[in-house]
């Protein structure tokens, strides 16, 4: 049911071309396949291409990471991480 609209965020926020919007369509289909158990980003890794020195946000950049490690099991790149995310994920490095 929520599967299409968050595909089509992510393809707005694609066609936009705007970092801030691109992470956040990506966030909540990271969480989607959190909850579900099924992968719907692809090529994971190319996400972690030094978001943190694109964004000026340390929020926007920790939750970016945050799902990338608690769905991936992958490091991000944020340089920083906003607390709440640090307390939140005890498999952050």
Do not use: I
């Not at 972690?48 to 099991?73: M, P």
């Not at 340089?79 to 709440?84: L, N, P, T």
């Amino acid at each position: 049911m929520w599967l299409p609209l968050l595909l089509e965020a992510k393809t707005k926020a694609f066609d936009a071309m705007e970092l801030q919007r691109v992470l956040a369509g990506l966030n909540s289909l990271l969480e989607y396949e959190w909850l579900t158990g099924q992968r719907f980003v692809e090529q994971s890794h190319r996400l972690c291409d030094r978001s943190d020195q694109k964004t000026g946000s340390l929020y926007v950049n920790s939750e970016f990471d945050f799902w990338l490690v608690k769905v991936r099991q992958q490091a991000g790149a944020a340089s920083g991480v906003y607390e709440g995310y640090r307390v939140d994920n005890p498999k952050w490095p």
